[in-house]
């Protein structure tokens, strides 16, 4: 089993900035990738930016340019720095981590609520 804590939510004024972590412990893969989702109301759960255990790095067009993931392996824990931030921002982000070994495991945090006001 995996848990995943988050932190780092809160509320901000648009144009302000954000640092969200994700602490994973448990049986990890060295092989994995760690990533943010959000979900605003009435939308689908959709990617934010993903990171993987290599150091590959895939990120949501709406967030190029204003928001950084990054991860430190030896702590299993993965951050995502958001500048810039706008009101279609606001959702609750889900910390993601997937391991990959005979078949995928998938495991989500809590949820952290990101609002950013106008």
């Known amino acids: 089993q995996v848990q995943l804590v988050e932190s780092g939510g809160g509320l901000v004024q648009a144009g302000g900035s954000l640092r969200l972590s994700c602490a994973a412990s448990g049986s990890i893969f060295s092989a994995n990738a760690m990533g943010w989702f959000r979900q605003a109301p009435g939308n689908q759960r959709e990617l934010v930016a993903e990171?993987?255990?290599?150091?590959?790095?895939n990120y949501a067009d709406s967030v190029k340019g204003r928001f950084t993931i990054s991860r430190d392996n030896a702590k299993n824990t993965v951050f995502l720095q958001m500048n810039s931030l706008k009101p279609e921002d606001t959702a609750v982000y889900y910390c993601?981590?997937?391991?990959?070994?005979?078949?995928?495991?998938?495991?989500w945090g809590q949820g952290t609520q990101v609002t950013v006001s106008s």
């Open positions: 993601n981590i997937k391991l990959f070994s005979i078949r995928e495991y998938d495991y």
């Open positions: 990171i993987s255990s290599s150091g590959n790095i």
